[in-house]
Nanobody
Framework: QVQLVESGGGLVQAGGSLRLSCATS???????????MGWFRQAPGNEREFVAT????????YYADSVKGRFTISRDNAKNTVSLQMNSLKPEETAVYYC?????????????????WGQGTQVTVSS
């Protein structure tokens, strides 16, 4: 059983920063460096959308155009964690943010490529 647990969400003013973390556990996660990881978000009334992804060794990252230059995804394979540093947050980025583990080592923005998902953490950006 693979578990992904997000933390770090909360209420922040527009222009502020938050750092989300995703802790992973479970035997399938096993060789941590094997799988790419991603962050997605879903705002009320909207479909879940891609935010950022990182390859298994951390060498490749992709970001949604809307967050480029403001968000940074990183991973610590020794600690089985992946993080998302979010700066200059905007009210429209209020959403539940999800951590996910891919089925492969390659960074990808395709949701169907992700096999495991966390329960999400709420991020609320006030104007």
């Amino acid at each position: 059983q693979v578990q992904l647990v997000e933390s770090g969400g909360g209420l922040v003013q527009a222009g502020g920063s938050l750092r989300l973390s995703c802790a992973t556990s479970g035997r399938t996660f096993g060789t941590v460096s094997t799988y790419a990881m991603g962050w997605f978000r879903q705002a009320p009334g909207n479909e879940r959308e891609f935010v950022a992804t990182i390859s298994s060794n951390g060498g490749t990252t992709y970001y949604a155009d809307s967050v480029k230059g403001r968000f940074t995804i990183s991973r610590d394979n020794a600690k089985n964690t992946v993080s998302l540093q979010m700066n200059s947050l905007k009210p429209e980025e209020t959403a539940v943010y999800y951590c996910a583990r891919s089925r492969s080592s390659s960074a990808t923005y395709y949701q169907n490529s992700y096999a495991y998902w966390g329960q999400g953490t709420q991020v609320t950006v006030s104007s």
